[in-house]
């Protein structure tokens, strides 16, 4: 028997650092290799970190909350020495795959032989609630998170099962009627989150509580929220955009009737019974249409050595900004000028699934070329969005609804919406940014002209 440390490898290119987020194991159980020993929060993405080793594990080197640098151990086992695989095995980028069922697991360290899968644990077998609602631990943990009533629920898995798509489907309804009503004050005007006082036995030693506040006064009138995670790497990339990309912003207000009849005829075909369809789906198609017009809003200003260079993409990987529960995501769809109206569609309901559920990859946040915001579905007309950094332009798109409109010179109720543009000036022009805005316009005005 011998004890071995288990190191936080790089699950990301270029990762310095994560977050242990939840301890799927306590000191003493027995785990196999590949069993899931906890989740990780990197500035990119949640990923389930899977055990290198067979036997039982010995300690907790670090708390749950606490931020790891890569390299550093974080939980120790004892094994037999006929299986392991060396102390500290350190994981790349390279060695993640996704496993059964969902989710980004690390393969590839381990025994000689190969990893094995992991083994589908009891608890993760459907099971039935009091009030006769079925659905995995997963999936009711996800509808905890997004605030969703299992039983208000309509099931479409097999044997009435609730699935990821219901939940997700039932929360993005819900979120529309989510700011009707304005809640009360409470009692208190601001909370503070309380220092943690001791560290658990057997988690991370030496391991300092976070200040009360940023003044250090620990009474009820200041609230101090850590920095880290995806809303560190988010308030990094856009300082750097913003003040490195001098920014400017164009819009104009549309009218989207015939766009709005498009995605109801859409929703009527059998075509796409299995597919939500949304007006972000035209939008979509508007904008790589716009971009083969107008190269340069899908190119990138790049640094050199002897000065700079404008890299002109003639490809679009087109990026989705996503509020989700750990904050704002830019996963982007590879090669989306290939894609059919339908296959768009499918990768947009993947997409924003995946980014919703906390399951985005941190290659699936690389490369993007242009970027789309739908400011719309939080009831905003319009918006000065900044730039992703290595992007030369970022489409908003702002609610649709009706409003008068003079059509032939009458006025008539018309569904009405405003599409805005922020661009990099050093890459392009105003007459080529007014030119890709009123071309997007154009096809959510018209969406034959996407018939060619």
Same mark, same amino acid.
């Given at each position: 028997?011998?004890?071995?440390?288990?190191?936080?490898?790089?699950?990301?290119?270029?990762?310095?650092?994560?977050?242990?987020?939840?301890?799927?194991?306590?000191?003493?159980?027995?785990?196999?290799?590949?069993?899931?020993?906890?989740?990780?929060?990197?500035?990119?993405?949640?990923?389930?970190?899977?055990?290198?080793?067979?036997?039982?594990?010995?300690?907790?080197?670090?708390?749950?909350?606490?931020?790891?640098?890569?390299?550093?151990?974080?939980?120790?086992?004892?094994?037999?020495?006929?299986?392991?695989? *060396?102390? %500290?095995?350190? #994981? +790349?980028?390279?060695?993640?795959? @996704?496993? $059964?069922?969902?989710?980004?697991?690390? !393969? =590839?360290? *381990?025994? %000689?032989?190969? #990893? +094995?899968?992991?083994?589908?644990? @009891?608890? $993760?077998?459907?099971?039935?609630?009091? !009030? =006769?609602?079925?659905?995995?631990?997963?999936?009711?943990?996800?509808?905890?998170?997004?605030?969703?009533?299992?039983?208000?629920?309509?099931?479409?898995?097999?044997?009435?099962?609730?699935?990821?798509?219901?939940?997700?489907?039932?929360?993005?309804?819900?979120?529309?009627?989510?700011?009707?009503?304005?809640?009360?004050?409470?009692?208190?005007?601001?909370?503070?989150?309380?220092?943690?006082?001791?560290?658990?036995?057997?988690?991370?030693?030496?391991?300092?509580?976070?200040?009360?506040?940023?003044?250090?006064?620990?009474?009820?009138?200041?609230?101090?929220?850590?920095?880290?995670?995806?809303?560190?790497?988010?308030?990094?990339?856009?300082?750097?955009?913003?003040?490195?990309?001098?920014?400017?912003?164009?819009?104009?207000?549309?009218?989207?009737?015939?766009?709005?009849?498009?995605?109801?005829?859409?929703?009527?075909?059998?075509?796409?019974?299995?597919?939500?369809?949304?007006?972000?789906?035209?939008?979509?198609?508007?904008?790589?249409?716009?971009?083969?017009?107008?190269?340069?809003?899908?190119?990138?200003?790049?640094?050199?050595?002897?000065?700079?260079?404008?890299?002109?993409?003639?490809?679009?990987?087109?990026?989705?900004?996503?509020?989700?529960?750990?904050?704002?995501?830019?996963?982007?769809?590879?090669?989306?000028?290939?894609?059919?109206?339908?296959?768009?569609?499918?990768?947009?309901?993947?997409?924003?699934?995946?980014?919703?559920?906390?399951?985005?990859?941190?290659?699936?946040?690389?490369?993007?070329?242009?970027?789309?915001?739908?400011?719309?579905?939080?009831?905003?007309?319009?918006?000065?969005?900044?730039?992703?950094?290595?992007?030369?332009?970022?489409?908003?798109?702002?609610?649709?609804?009706?409003?008068?409109?003079?059509?032939?010179?009458?006025?008539?109720?018309?569904?009405?919406?405003?599409?805005?543009?922020?661009?990099?000036?050093?890459?392009?022009?105003?007459?080529?940014?007014?030119?890709?805005?009123?071309?997007?316009?154009?096809?959510?005005?018209?969406?034959?002209?996407?018939?060619?």
């Amino acid at each position: 028997m011998s004890t071995q440390n288990f190191n936080l490898p790089d699950v990301g290119e270029g990762l310095t650092e994560a977050e242990i987020v939840a301890w799927k194991v306590a000191p003493g159980d027995t785990v196999a290799i590949n069993d899931v020993i906890c989740e990780i929060e990197t500035a990119k993405s949640l990923v389930e970190l899977p055990s290198p080793h067979a036997g039982v594990v010995g300690e907790l080197l670090a708390a749950e909350g606490a931020t790891v640098e890569v390299g550093s151990p974080i939980i120790t086992f004892v094994t037999d020495a006929r299986d392991d695989a *060396g102390p %500290g095995v350190i #994981a +790349t980028a390279e060695a993640l795959a @996704p496993e $059964e069922g969902g989710g980004s697991v690390l !393969v =590839g360290y *381990g025994t %000689g032989g190969g #990893a +094995t899968s992991r083994r589908k644990r @009891p608890a $993760e077998r459907p099971v039935r609630s009091s !009030v =006769g609602v079925i659905a995995k631990p997963p999936i009711r943990k996800l509808a905890r998170d997004l605030g969703v009533d299992l039983t208000s629920v309509t099931p479409t898995g097999a044997d009435g099962e609730v699935t990821r798509d219901d939940v997700m489907t039932h929360a993005q309804q819900a979120s529309v009627f989510r700011n009707i009503e304005t809640p009360e004050w409470g009692a208190v005007r601001e909370e503070t989150v309380p220092a943690p006082q001791s560290t658990p036995s057997g988690l991370a030693r030496g391991l300092s509580p976070a200040p009360a506040s940023a003044s250090g006064r620990s009474d009820d009138r200041t609230e101090s929220i850590p920095v880290k995670g995806v809303r560190k790497a988010t308030s990094s990339a856009m300082v750097q955009s913003a003040y490195s990309a001098p920014h400017v912003t164009v819009w104009k207000e549309i009218d989207a009737s015939r766009t709005m009849e498009l995605v109801k005829r859409l929703k009527a075909s059998p075509d796409y019974a299995d597919i939500r369809v949304s007006p972000l789906l035209i939008m979509a198609r508007a904008v790589i249409w716009a971009a083969r017009r107008t190269p340069m809003v899908n190119a990138a200003w790049i640094e050199t050595e002897g000065g700079a260079e404008i890299a002109v993409r003639h490809y679009v990987n087109l990026g989705i900004a996503a509020a989700t529960p750990r904050g704002l995501l830019v996963p982007n769809i590879k090669d989306a000028q290939d894609l059919s109206m339908k296959d768009l569609a499918r990768a947009l309901n993947r997409l924003t699934l995946t980014a919703r559920e906390g399951k985005t990859s941190p290659a699936d946040q690389q490369g993007g070329t242009i970027t789309i915001t739908n400011i719309g579905v939080f009831g905003m007309d319009a918006g000065t969005p900044i730039i992703n950094p290595g992007e030369a332009g970022i489409v908003a798109m702002g609610t649709i609804s009706q409003k008068p409109w003079v059509v032939d010179g009458e006025v008539r109720p018309r569904w009405v919406t405003t599409v805005a543009g922020s661009f990099d000036h050093r890459v392009i022009d105003g007459d080529g940014m007014s030119r890709f805005i009123a071309d997007v316009a154009s096809v959510l005005e018209e969406p034959a002209l996407l018939v060619e």
